[in-house]
């Protein structure tokens, strides 16, 4: 990936983008010299569902936003729980849903805190973070693995301005203002489009539908997740 970057080449990259702090800021540098165009797979993003709540409530309106990821456990052998082959699922997965609560905040972290749940085998696979934007926007994810599978994987609320929003598992939106509207649909979490957009961006010359800073505030606020667990600090910005 990083030789096509220098390249200046279209780069495509499943999330997460790196593995390390050291590899991020690498990226960081070679970027900023080169003309490429890069794009990471945070799909959630690009959901239906997703984009109608930031219709309806506004892209930069100060929000209140709960993540709830239901992930369940898997075998400890598992390669994403290796942290030198999948980087564990913090870094392999829950990275997605830092990305979409910066996103659906509109705005850029200001501080971050995570708390994890003891673990003798030290996953670090059911964690609570809470996050604060520049806009005023507050944002909870918790990316649990001690739950029930039989309980659906993901719930995402979202209130602003009198406005309150339900999403359940990417396959029912529901809208509460005043009175009550419900969109149901065939589970879709953005993945068609986002490779649609992606190539537009391509065809047409435009910029990569994610901008680049988010690219690299996503990664980074992953990494500061792992860093605020170590050290039981808040990560400011």
Same mark, same amino acid.
């Not at 992930?71 to 979409?100: N, S, Y």
């Not at 973070?129 to 806009?135: A, D, Q, S, T």
């Given at each position: 990936?990083?030789?096509s970057? &220098?390249?200046?080449?279209?780069?495509?990259?499943?999330?997460?983008?790196?593995?390390?702090?050291?590899?991020?800021?690498?990226?960081?540098?070679?970027?900023?010299?080169?003309?490429?165009?890069?794009?990471?797979?945070?799909?959630?993003?690009?959901?239906?569902?997703?984009?109608k /709540?930031?219709?309806?409530?506004?892209?930069?309106?100060?929000?209140?936003i709960?993540? &709830?990821?239901?992930? *369940?456990?898997?075998?400890?052998?598992?390669?994403?729980?290796?942290?030198?082959?999948? *980087?564990?699922? /913090?870094?392999?997965?829950?990275?997605?849903?830092?990305?979409?609560?910066?996103?659906? %905040?509109?705005?850029?972290?200001?501080?971050?805190?995570?708390?994890v749940?003891?673990?003798?085998?030290?996953?670090e696979?059911?964690?609570i973070?809470?996050?604060?934007?520049?806009?005023?926007?507050?944002?909870?994810?918790?990316?649990?693995?001690?739950?029930?599978?039989?309980?659906?994987?993901?719930? /995402?609320?979202?209130?602003?301005?009198?406005?309150?929003?339900?999403?359940?598992?990417? &396959?029912?939106? /529901?809208?509460?203002?005043?009175?009550?509207?419900?969109?149901?649909?065939?589970?879709?979490?953005?993945?068609?489009?986002?490779? &649609?957009?992606?190539?537009?961006?391509?065809?047409?010359?435009?910029? %990569?539908?994610?901008?680049?800073?988010?690219?690299?505030?996503?990664?980074?606020?992953?990494?500061?997740?792992?860093?605020?667990?170590?050290?039981?600090?808040?990560?400011?910005?």
């Amino acid at each position: 990936m990083i030789e096509s970057l &220098r390249a200046g080449k279209n780069v495509f990259v499943e999330k997460p983008l790196c593995m390390t702090e050291e590899e991020l800021e690498k990226i960081n540098r070679i970027y900023k010299d080169a003309n490429a165009r890069l794009m990471v797979g945070y799909n959630r993003r690009f959901a239906p569902f997703t984009r109608k /709540i930031i219709e309806k409530m506004g892209h930069d309106s100060k929000k209140a936003i709960n993540i &709830r990821v239901n992930v *369940g456990k898997i075998p400890p052998d598992h390669w994403t729980q290796d942290k030198d082959i999948g *980087g564990g699922r /913090i870094l392999g997965e829950a990275c997605h849903f830092f990305d979409l609560a910066m996103f659906i %905040a509109g705005g850029k972290p200001v501080s971050l805190s995570a708390t994890v749940l003891d673990d003798p085998l030290n996953h670090e696979d059911t964690v609570i973070v809470n996050m604060k934007f520049e806009n005023g926007s507050v944002a909870c994810v918790s990316y649990v693995a001690n739950g029930s599978k039989a309980m659906p994987k993901k719930k /995402i609320e979202v209130f602003s301005n009198s406005v309150s929003a339900v999403i359940d598992d990417f &396959r029912q939106l /529901i809208f509460y203002s005043g009175g009550k509207s419900v969109s149901k649909g065939k589970q879709d979490k953005g993945h068609s489009d986002e490779v &649609r957009v992606f190539l537009e961006s391509i065809k047409n010359g435009k910029p %990569a539908p994610i901008s680049y800073e988010e690219i690299y505030l996503s990664m980074r606020m992953t990494f500061d997740v792992l860093k605020s667990i170590h050290t039981k600090e808040t990560i400011n910005y």
